[in-house]
């Protein structure tokens, strides 16, 4: 069902007499995915999309994937789009299949990922009478998408398939539904071809930032004395790596990544301060508050990073802010000089600009101001007890993983809590996209998903999943997926036997009352990864974590479950309180 050239062309045809063919709906949205290059779709059938399904099976260019919960199928697609910068495609079908995927759509919004899931309806008489199987998805999706359409007639599918993929790669990205009615995929009209352009005129992202708003940057920055770029998911979006590496290495300023932005510079690089933020470096916090000039690019300021807006405004500095998205600039933090374009864009037009400029950065101030930052990174503010023989420490396993994968094309998937943090905090990213976790909406379940889908994607790649074992249980039944596809991943479950980050908010917050944050019923994970076909192991000793790490390594082709009995008492450290600024940081437990 490939498109011909002689059916893009068919609207000249036409002219002539040639006859244009007539398609089914299903069968137009088939030929959309084929010509936006679609690879892979994830999804689950049900009635309203069985003849989405039907035209599925008569084509064999786009592998479906199916998963065991709708959940995990926008997971998987937006792991896969996290991984390759693509716009991922689920599918699901009507009433709880819509449902069952607005976490998952909700966890894209989030973090801006390009997605369009295509969602079945029941026929167009039939919506708003409560038929079976129906909900209102537009109404329910519209808060967590960037965009949605209910196509109502068989002849505008093309155009609002083609509006979908435009939107929800262009500008600030995001998921884009398309809900569609069971008679519009049944429905037949004259086929022309899938629209080679999209003109939207209440659609017009820029993307060139405004030249005074940079040369006024460009001063600021090459006159700062404390300078600091903080950056976030944005540049690793706009796939400005290159540039962002290039303008701090000119500059030769201290620079931070955000959790969803790590990767964007080098973390073995001097210059790179660490993550900041509630779990943020000593070094990256105390920085942010303490400089003249902050350059924050593709990053939004959120409450994860900067705590209590006025603990950070006590401190006057000057605030350059580059983001795609207008709303949100001087959404949380006024800034100084706003904007607005890709990030990609105007760092290459700062660069130029920086090249050409007679003005040369303070030496001595520079050097006084590394010479100060040094001083808060000699604290050491992520030691932990590497030394000991009795339990498994949580970061042990990681910087583990690190050592042993740090030259490897390596992929880290993860869930969400004290697992996460560790992942992000010592497992040094030297490369983007290659740190794949839900930031924004903290999705737990995520990370089985997420390894699938950048698996199938990449299927050179190692990757693994760190996970908990509270998170991990949310997503499990995707055990079957891997082994039906063929996706084999590496899982790492630092098992604490404890909700973890749950734990460590009420020892530190509620005075040890650990209400139902205890897991009492654990399966035995060796066991079930054999069931569904694959390795498990149990690791119970610091000295058998190295040896069970090379030994899942060199079973290429299996699935690993690692079973990492970890120290039921450690927290994550540093760590901000709700409600205090980001350098009222406790370091350890001894601070409690």
Known sequence: MEISKAEIASAAAASTGAQIPELRGAEILIKALQAENVKYIWGYPGGAVLHIYDAFYKQDTIQHVLVRHEQAAVHAADGYARATGDVGVALVTSGPGV??????????????????????????????????????????????????????????MAMVMK?????????????????????????????????????MRSYNPVRKGHGGQIRKALQLLLTAKRPYIY????????????????????????????????????????????????????????????????????????????????????????????????????????????????????????????????????????????????????RDCMKYDRGNKDVIKPQYVVETLWNMTKDADAYITSDVGQHQMWAAQYYKFDEPRRWINSGGLGTMGVGIPYAMGIKLAKPESEVFCVTGEGSVQMCIQELSTCLQYNTPIK??????????????????????????????????????????????????????????????????????????????????????????????????????
């Open 99 to 156: 449902t069952n995927a607005v976490t998952g759509i909700a966890t894209a919004y989030m973090d801006s990922i390009p997605m369009v899931i295509i969602t079945g309806q029941v026929p167009t008489h039939a919506i708003g009478l409560d038929a079976f199987q129906e909900c209102d998805t537009v109404g329910i999706t519209r808060p967590i998408v960037k965009h949605n359409f209910l196509v109502k007639d068989v002849r505008d």
């Open 163 to 199: 509006k979908a993929f435009h939107i929800a790669r262009s500008g600030r990205p995001g998921p884009v539904v398309v809900d569609v009615p069971k008679d519009v995929s049944f429905n037949k009209t004259p086929y022309a071809g899938y629209p080679e352009t999209v003109e």
């Open 231 to 378: 950056t976030g998911g944005g540049v690793l979006l706009s796939n400005a790596v290159n540039e962002l590496r290039t303008l701090v290495d000119m500059l030769g300023y201290p620079v931070t990544n955000t959790l969803m932005g790590l990767g964007g510079y080098p973390a073995t690089d001097r210059k790179f301060l660490g993550m900041l933020g509630m779990h943020g470096t000593v070094e990256a916090n105390n920085a942010m508050q303490n400089c003249d000039v902050l350059l924050a690019v593709g990053a939004r300021f959120d409450d994860r990073v900067i705590g209590n807006p006025k603990h950070f405004a006590q401190n006057e500095r000057k605030i350059i802010h580059i983001d795609i998205d207008p709303s949100s600039i001087s959404k949380r933090v006024k800034v100084d000089v706003p904007i607005v374009g890709d990030v990609k864009d105007v760092l290459t037009e700062l660069i130029s600009m920086v090249r050409e400029s007679s003005i040369k950065p303070d030496a001595q101030a520079l050097g006084a101001w590394w010479d100060t930052i040094e001083t808060w990174r000699a």
């Open 491 to 592: 899982i790492m479950a630092l098992n604490n036997r404890y909700l973890g980050m749950v734990r460590q908010w009420q020892e530190i917050e509620y005075s040890g009352r650990y209400s139902h944050s205890y897991m009492d019923a654990l399966p035995n994970f060796v066991k079930l990864a054999e069931s569904y076909g694959h390795v498990g192991m149990l690791i119970e000793r610091p000295q058998d974590v190295e040896p069970a790490l090379r030994e899942a390594r060199k079973l290429k082709d299996r699935t690993v479950f690692m079973d990492f009995r970890t120290d039921p008492t450690e927290n994550v450290f540093p760590m901000v309180q709700a409600g205090k600024g980001i350098t009222e940081m406790l370091l350890a437990s001894e601070e409690l």
